[in-house]
């Protein structure tokens, strides 16, 4: 099994608006922690997502790591390149137990806001898919309704504890409207955390890789019969 968690040190940075070189980053398998002080990038957090699934029982990290075991994020002004480092003693203990806090942090980086009824997140999914989004909410384990302004209407999906307990699009509810969400590519979201008491206890729509994979794999089939 993969040892968690994990640091990240950066070596090479030019024009990040954030992390400077000798900068340091822990993973976990349910959180991210960034240097004190500094948001978490919503494009940092998607890289790390998809390291994190780059991760199989009895393997150690494969690609996405590039020349010499090199990570790079360059989806902004910038670009950070970083790699795997032993993790320094003063680190070891808030990675594992600052989960809650380094959660809502990421939530704030990504042209948020913080409001009395919880954090509000927005942006565009010309700079983040929808799978990424979604990975995103699960992987940080969140609750809340994600709000997707689309072409054919407003998508809406329910999280708790980043499991998808509903969906809605147009006519298509649950598996269905995350299927059709997933080939959208243009239009606007927000998130707001918290849901219902009542929706506390309802049942998941079902795993969320699997419903993930399913979706991603009727996209590529749709796009080929397309061409």
């Known amino acids: 099994m993969t040892n968690f968690p994990t640091a990240f040190k950066v070596v090479n940075e030019r024009n990040c608006p954030f992390y400077g070189v ?25 890289e790390f997502t998809n390291i994190l699934f780059s991760i199989t029982p009895g393997t150690a990290l494969e690609n996405p790591a590039g020349k010499n075991g090199v990570y790079t994020c360059g989806g902004c002004t910038g670009i950070i390149k970083f790699r795997i480092d032993a993790i320094p003693e003063e680190m070891e203990e ?9 959660e809502s942090e ?25 799978s990424e989004l979604l990975q995103f909410f699960h992987m940080h384990q969140k609750t809340g309704k994600l709000f ?25 509810e649950d598996k269905d ?15 707001v955390s918290g849901i219902p008491e ?12 699997m419903i993930l994979l399913e979706g991603l794999k009727r996209l590529d089939e749709s796009r080929a019969e397309n061409k």
């Open 148 to 172: 997707l302004d689309l072409i054919e209407g407003t998508a809406r999906v329910a999280f708790r504890e980043g499991a998808i307990i509903g969906a809605r699009y147009g006519e298509k």
């Open 22 to 46: 000798d900068d340091w980053f822990v993973l976990t398998n349910q959180t991210l922690k960034v240097p004190d002080g500094m948001p978490s990038c919503l494009i940092l957090v998607r």
């Open 177 to 191: 409207a995350i299927f059709s969400v997933l080939g959208e590519s243009r239009g606007n979201f927000s998130f």
């Open 94 to 102: 808030p990675a594992v137990n600052s989960q809650k806090n380094n």
């Open 106 to 130: 990421s939530m704030e980086g990504f042209s948020g806001k913080q409001q009395k009824k919880g954090v509000v997140v927005s942006g565009s999914l010309e700079e983040i898919s929808p």
């Open 198 to 209: 009542a929706l506390m206890e309802v049942d998941g729509i079902g795993d969320f890789m």
